[in-house]
């Protein structure tokens, strides 16, 4: 792909999403939760790079080494991953192979990203079901890390669930949208 399609490509992603009238406020919420979430998750981010900066500082300068903030660096990168993943896919920012794309013709390309749409939606709402399923596990066994700090593991089974919940719901969005946009062009 050359820099100016590259730059189409960044363009496109940049401008509104058109959206099927019925489609219209339940992607503005998503768009909202997904703002929110995005804000939040990159916090979490730089609160993880403190937190392991700190680790560092205690252990090898004042050496006093301990166990608790590499469980919660983890915890909030295990958040900040999960949670975010539906605003990138609300911009199509996650790794694609684009090779086959630009040999097939462009409806043939379209059915192919539907398809691939659709597989990833069923993926992720059964990574989302399962994921709360290990959620209720923890919540109701009391299950914590094996660590001496022991924090329990709803936390990151409960943000892994929501963003996987997230990210299905997105994902559904756009299928719908695709749907939908296609019917009212016809």
């Known amino acids: 792909m050359s820099t100016a399609e590259r730059n189409l ?12 009238p019925g489609l219209r406020v339940v992607g503005a919420l998503l768009d909202i939760v997904n703002r929110v979430v995005v804000v939040l998750s990159a916090i979490a981010l ?6 392991l ?26 958040g900040a991953t999960f949670m975010s993943a539906a605003w990138v896919q609300a911009r199509r920012g996650h790794v694609a192979i ?11 390309d379209r059915v192919r990203r539907f398809l691939a749409d659709v597989a990833s939606l069923v993926f992720c709402a ?6 709360w399923a290990l959620f209720h596990e923890a919540w109701e066994d009391g299950m914590v890390t094996h660590s ?3 924090p329990p593991l709803w936390i990151p089974y409960s943000v892994m669930s929501l963003g996987m919940t ?13 749907l939908l946009g296609s019917r009212e062009e016809a």
């Open 9 to 20: 490509v960044i363009e496109a992603a940049a401008r509104p999403v058109q959206r099927a």
């Open 46 to 51: 730089v609160v993880a790079g403190a937190v």
């Open 53 to 78: 900066t700190h680790e560092a500082v205690v252990r090898y300068v004042f050496r006093h080494p301990a166990d608790w903030q590499d469980e919660l660096a983890v915890f909030l990168l295990v």
């Open 98 to 108: 684009d090779a086959v794309a630009e040999l097939l013709p462009a409806g043939v």
């Open 126 to 131: 059964f990574f989302a079901w399962k994921s």
């Open 148 to 150: 001496a700090w022991a």
């Open 166 to 178: 997230l990210l299905a719901l997105q994902m559904l969005l756009q299928i719908l949208d695709s």
